[in-house]
C-alpha cells in the first residue's frame, strides 16, 4: 500500500482574555492520505494554553488537566499527553483494520476540541470528541471540566450545592428536561428514556456557564442513540438555594 506524506500543521491565534485570565489558542492538524482516497486518517486537537491571570502552580493544574483528558490514546487503558502518540494509535489501529479487511470502505478521523465557556465565578471547559473509526455511524462525546481559578482546583457538583441541596437540584433539573423533550408528568421510560428503574438521574458531566448550569447526556446515554444527545441548562433563576452564595451572579 502506498503511503502518503504526513503533514502537521500547528496553528497559535492571538490569545484570548476574560476576566483575570488569558490563554492561547493552540490548533493542530495531522493527517495521513489524501482524504476522499484509501488510506486516509485524519485528526486535529485544539485547545486553550493558558498563560497568565492565576499563579503558576493553578495554571500548571488546568494545562495538564486539559492535556490529560485530550491527549488519551484511543486503546482503552493507555495514556499519552503527546499528539503525535494518539495520532499514531489512530493509524495503527486503521491499518490493521484495514489489511484484515481491505474491502471496507471509509476514512476515520478524530477531532477533539476544548473551548472556555466561563471563566468567573469558576473556570469552565467543554471538552468534545468527535470520531469515525469505523461502524455504523460517527461517536461525539463532550466532557466537561471545572476549576477554581485562583488555586486550579478541579471542582466537582458536590463542592457547588449547598448543603441537603442535591434533591431540590434534582427537581429542578428533571422539569427543565420534561420541559425540553415535551415529557408530560408520569414515567420517563414510557417516553422511551432508559434512566435506570425509571427515574431520573443527574448526568456525569456538568459546566457552570453564563447561563447557568450546563448538563450534558451523551447520544445513547438516556436515549436511544438515534434521539441524540441531550444538552441541558437549568438556569440560574432555578438555583436559587441550591448554589453556594459564591457561585450565583452577583
Same mark, same amino acid.
Given at each position: 500500500? %502506498?503511503?502518503?506524506?504526513?503533514?502537521?500543521?500547528?496553528?497559535?491565534? !492571538?490569545? !484570548?482574555?476574560?476576566?483575570? =485570565?488569558?490563554?492561547?489558542?493552540?490548533?493542530?492538524? %495531522?493527517?495521513?492520505?489524501?482524504?476522499?482516497?484509501?488510506?486516509?486518517?485524519?485528526?486535529?486537537?485544539?485547545?486553550?494554553?493558558?498563560?497568565?491571570?492565576?499563579?503558576?502552580?493553578?495554571?500548571?493544574?488546568?494545562?495538564?488537566?486539559?492535556?490529560?483528558?485530550?491527549?488519551?490514546?484511543?486503546?482503552?487503558?493507555?495514556?499519552?499527553?503527546?499528539?503525535?502518540?494518539? /495520532?499514531?494509535?489512530?493509524?495503527?489501529?486503521? /491499518?490493521?483494520?484495514?489489511?484484515?479487511?481491505?474491502?471496507?470502505?471509509?476514512?476515520?478521523?478524530?477531532?477533539?476540541?476544548?473551548?472556555?465557556?466561563?471563566?468567573?465565578?469558576? #473556570?469552565?471547559?467543554?471538552?468534545?470528541?468527535?470520531?469515525?473509526?469505523?461502524?455504523?455511524?460517527?461517536?461525539?462525546?463532550?466532557?466537561?471540566?471545572?476549576?477554581?481559578?485562583?488555586?486550579?482546583?478541579?471542582?466537582?457538583?458536590?463542592? =457547588?450545592?449547598?448543603?441537603?441541596?442535591?434533591?431540590? $437540584? /434534582? %427537581?429542578?433539573?428533571?422539569? &427543565? +428536561?420534561?420541559?425540553?423533550? %415535551?415529557? *408530560?408528568?408520569?414515567? $420517563?421510560?414510557?417516553?422511551?428514556?432508559?434512566?435506570?428503574?425509571? &427515574?431520573?438521574? +443527574?448526568?456525569?458531566?456538568?459546566?457552570?456557564?453564563?447561563?447557568? #448550569?450546563?448538563?450534558?447526556?451523551?447520544?445513547?446515554?438516556?436515549? *436511544?442513540?438515534?434521539?441524540?444527545?441531550?444538552? =441541558?441548562?437549568?438556569?440560574?433563576?432555578?438555583?436559587?438555594?441550591?448554589?453556594?452564595?459564591?457561585? #450565583? *451572579?452577583?
Amino acid at each position: 500500500m %502506498k503511503r502518503a506524506a504526513l503533514l502537521v500543521v500547528l496553528l497559535c491565534a !492571538a490569545s !484570548a482574555h476574560s476576566e483575570d =485570565l488569558s490563554w492561547q489558542p493552540v490548533h493542530i492538524k %495531522k493527517s495521513y492520505g489524501r482524504c476522499g482516497d484509501y488510506p486516509c486518517v485524519r485528526a486535529e486537537l485544539a485547545y486553550p494554553l493558558f498563560e497568565a491571570g492565576a499563579s503558576s502552580e493553578a495554571l500548571n493544574a488546568v494545562n495538564g488537566a486539559v492535556r490529560g483528558l485530550l491527549g488519551r490514546s484511543i486503546i482503552e487503558g493507555q495514556d499519552d499527553l503527546s499528539f503525535e502518540a494518539w /495520532m499514531n494509535d489512530l493509524l495503527a489501529q486503521y /491499518m490493521k483494520l484495514r489489511r484484515a479487511r481491505p474491502e471496507l470502505p471509509g476514512n476515520w478521523w478524530l477531532q477533539r476540541e476544548s473551548t472556555v465557556l466561563s471563566t468567573a465565578p469558576v #473556570l469552565s471547559l467543554s471538552c468534545e470528541e468527535s470520531a469515525y473509526t469505523g461502524g455504523a455511524h460517527p461517536s461525539v462525546v463532550r466532557k466537561y471540566l471545572v476549576f477554581d481559578p485562583p488555586s486550579g482546583r478541579r471542582l466537582f457538583l458536590e463542592d =457547588l450545592l449547598r448543603r441537603g441541596a442535591l434533591a431540590k $437540584l /434534582m %427537581k429542578a433539573a428533571e422539569r &427543565r +428536561l420534561r420541559i425540553l423533550r %415535551k415529557v *408530560p408528568e408520569g414515567e $420517563l421510560s414510557a417516553a422511551g428514556f432508559l434512566f435506570k428503574d425509571g &427515574r431520573f438521574a +443527574l448526568p456525569g458531566e456538568f459546566a457552570l456557564a453564563d447561563e447557568g #448550569l450546563r448538563l450534558r447526556y451523551d447520544a445513547g446515554s438516556v436515549l *436511544p442513540y438515534a434521539r441524540g444527545a441531550i444538552d =441541558l441548562v437549568v438556569p440560574f433563576s432555578d438555583l436559587k438555594g441550591v448554589l453556594k452564595r459564591e457561585y #450565583l *451572579p452577583k
